[in-house]
């Protein structure tokens, strides 16, 4: 089940159990945000380690550089002909035999121009909606951002998650929803289905 939508819409009297999915929540954001760091903590650290170790047996070739570089080059352009949505810059900070390690090209994967008619459509819609809806607003204060935009962040960038728990969590039934106070049912249960399933469900973008 996801924990947000346990918060959100669970029982107004069960305290408890609001409190234990805002909980679930923010240690999840936590978690992902832990793991990412640590990633690239361990990414960096093995490439310095390797330089260290690789510096004095490395031939003092300006040819030799050039191939390892060209070989980099290559891989990444491979890499992101397979998984467009990643980033160039980020990718040349790490040398050829990390970029392998931790960004290997599986078997089976199928590059974004061997793909059929109806997944590159999928795929260039997904792409196009990261590309404006997501990166165009990236460096935007987190404090103007809507709760789409947050949303987004969370899912595409890792980050501004716990700003969007703790937005949510000030906020009363009615507020999260979008709804008046004297609001029918009928008028929750459209809202419900309109933004709040849209919003807080991990497989909606």
């Known amino acids: 089940?996801?924990?947000?939508?346990?918060?959100?819409?669970?029982?107004?009297?069960?305290?408890?159990?609001?409190?234990?999915?805002?909980?679930?929540?923010?240690?999840?954001?936590?978690?992902?945000?832990?793991?990412?760091?640590?990633?690239?903590?361990?990414?960096?650290?093995?490439?310095?380690?390797?330089?260290?170790?690789?510096?004095?047996?490395?031939?003092?070739?300006?040819?030799?550089?050039?191939?390892?570089?060209?070989?980099?080059?290559?891989?990444?352009?491979?890499?992101?002909?397979?998984?467009?949505?990643?980033?160039?810059?980020?990718?040349?900070?790490?040398?050829?035999?990390?970029?392998?390690?931790?960004?290997?090209?599986?078997?089976?994967?199928?590059?974004?121009k061997n793909l059929n008619d109806k997944q590159k459509e999928e795929m260039s819609k997904e792409l196009t909606f990261i590309k404006e809806k997501v990166f165009a607003h990236r460096n935007k204060p987190r404090e103007a951002k809507s709760d789409y935009e947050l949303a987004y962040d969370m899912r595409y960038l890792c980050k501004n998650g716990d700003f969007l728990v703790k937005r949510i969590q000030s906020r009363n039934y009615y507020e999260r929803l979008d709804v008046r106070f004297e609001a029918s049912e009928s008028e929750i249960r459209k809202a419900y289905r309109t933004k709040a399933c849209l919003l807080y469900t991990s497989d909606a973008a």
């Open 1 to 112: 089940k996801n924990p947000l939508f346990a918060f959100l819409f669970g029982k107004v009297e069960d305290d408890e159990n609001e409190d234990n999915s805002v909980d679930r929540l923010r240690k999840m954001n936590e978690k992902n945000n832990k793991q990412e760091k640590e990633l690239i903590q361990k990414m960096l650290f093995e490439q310095n380690r390797r330089r260290r170790v690789t510096d004095n047996s490395k031939p003092n070739d300006d040819r030799y550089e050039e191939s390892v570089q060209a070989e980099k080059e290559d891989y990444i352009a491979t890499l992101i002909s397979y998984k467009p949505w990643l980033d160039r810059s980020f990718l040349s900070q790490f040398k050829i035999d990390l970029l392998k390690k931790y960004f290997p090209v599986l078997p089976g994967s199928v590059p974004f």
